[in-house]
């Protein structure tokens, strides 16, 4: 009885990670998250059954940089295009390692996996973070 009670207590911590992870990869796409934003407050709601999801997504590099995190540790951010209008205006911000910023130069052509984790709406433009997972 105590090992079937260990193996459930096992599958439900590998459950749990793997939720975490964002499983596998959603069908949502860019497109149709930045048709939501328009709705106001009810894209709030929305996004709250989206968070978490994993992407498999493409798009442009707007820029590379470092930045300093709340607890004023280095990290990488990649700032990327995803609407492909050219605006130079970063449509999502995907966390990669400080030794990684050299690889990306802006206008690349980037495909990555991530997990939704935040948005932020100002001025009407819809900025999403992302937790990467792979980057190519």
Do not use: N
């Amino acid at each position: 009885m105590a090992f079937l009670r260990l193996a459930a207590a096992v599958l439900a911590v590998a459950v749990g990670l793997s939720a975490c992870d964002g499983g596998e990869v959603s069908d949502v796409t860019y497109e149709q998250v930045r048709e939501r934003a328009g709705d106001g407050a009810a894209f709030a709601s929305y996004f709250d059954g989206i968070k978490g999801q994993k992407v498999a997504w493409q798009g442009t590099v707007v820029e590379a940089q470092k930045v300093f995190e709340d607890d004023y540790m280095e990290a990488g951010q990649l700032q990327i295009d995803l609407d492909g209008e050219g605006s130079g205006q970063a449509d999502a911000t995907l966390g990669i390692p400080v030794s990684r910023i050299a690889d990306f130069a802006p206008g690349q052509a980037v495909a990555f996996t991530a997990v939704l984790r935040e948005y932020e709406l100002r001025d009407g433009h819809l900025t999403l973070k992302l937790e990467t997972k792979d980057l190519k």
